[in-house]
Each structure stands twice: as structure tokens, then as C-alpha cells.
């Protein structure tokens, strides 16, 4: 499945996507937060699951022997101090937040940590996703694709 064989809203969601981790990559603040207003307007049960699987997927390929504790203070320091960098608004408990939920940890409102919205989530991600993207070798749209196509699978598994 391809990008371009996807439903015209999958395609739009990509087309923010893109919009919003370019943006991230050449660190341009304004641009960031346009694209991120964007693909902060798609369903937040498809745009998080979305953006966390790419996520999850550069981390898995950047470490393929598994990721331990050094190796997630690493992303989330390298993230953090970049974006700092360009983005003032960047929030380090939001990119830690993210980083967990990629990986399937979801901490609890009760442990002081609160899920970040729609709005932080499409800001934050697109930021680490971007810098893990320039140690890859493929662009966005392959994982992009990976995603939408693991997303259509689970829905599938799901269906009775």
C-alpha cells in the first residue's frame, strides 16, 4: 500500500504529517506550529497512534539490538535540546510522554504525569520523529506507509 492508494483523509493526515516533521527538520518554528495545527484537526485516536507508530518504528530500526534506559535518555536528550534550540514551547515531559506512548507505555494521570492533547502531541512528535529520520536512509513516506498499513491490519484483526 502507498501512500497515493490510500482513502483522500489517510492522504490528507500523511500530507500533515510530512508537512509537520519537514518543518521540524529544518527547525522553522512557524511552520512547525502551522502543520502541526493541522494534523492536530485529524482524529486524535488515528493521528497518536499514527504518529507513535512511525515513532516506534525508527526507534526500533536505529536500535536494533532493543532499546534500554541510556538509550531512550539519549533520543529524548538529543530531542530535547534541539527543539530547545529553535522551539520555545518544546516540553520535555510531553517528548517523554510521547517517547513512552510509542513504545506502549502509558503512564497515568495518577502518577503526576498528564497525557499531552492533540495540539502537543502533533507539535512534539514531529520533532523527534525528524531527528530520528536523519539517521535513517529511507523518508517518511516508507514508514508513513508501514504505519497505515499496520493500522489497517489491526482494524482488520479487530473486525468480528
Known amino acids: 500500500m502507498s501512500l497515493r492508494d490510500l482513502p483522500p483523509a489517510a492522504r490528507s493526515m500523511a500530507a500533515a504529517a510530512n508537512a509537520a516533521v519537514e518543518a521540524a527538520r529544518v527547525a522553522d518554528a512557524d511552520e ?52 530547545l534550540a529553535w522551539l520555545p514551547e518544546a516540553d520535555p515531559e510531553v517528548l517523554l510522554v510521547i517517547l513512552a506512548g510509542a513504545l506502549g507505555v502509558h ?28 539517521g535513517t536512509r529511507r523518508g517518511l513516506d516508507f ?5 497505515f498499513r499496520e493500522m489497517a491490519r489491526s482494524q482488520t484483526m479487530e473486525a468480528p
Do not use: C, N, Q, W
Open 32 to 83: 512547525l506550529r502551522a502543520a502541526a495545527a493541522d494534523l492536530a484537526a485529524f482524529d486524535p485516536s488515528t493521528a497518536g497512534p499514527l504518529l507513535g507508530d512511525v515513532l516506534r518504528m525508527l526507534l526500533e530500526e536505529s536500535h536494533p539490538d532493543g532499546l534500554d534506559a541510556d538509550d531512550l535518555r539519549s533520543v529524548l536528550e538529543t530531542t530535547t535540546k534541539s527543539a
Open 107 to 134: 503512564p497515568e494521570e495518577a502518577d503526576g504525569i498528564a497525557r499531552p492533547g492533540a495540539r502537543a502531541v502533533a507539535l512534539h512528535a514531529p520533532v523527534m520523529i525528524a531527528d530520528l529520520l536523519a
Open 143 to 147: 514508514y508513513l506507509e508501514a504505519a
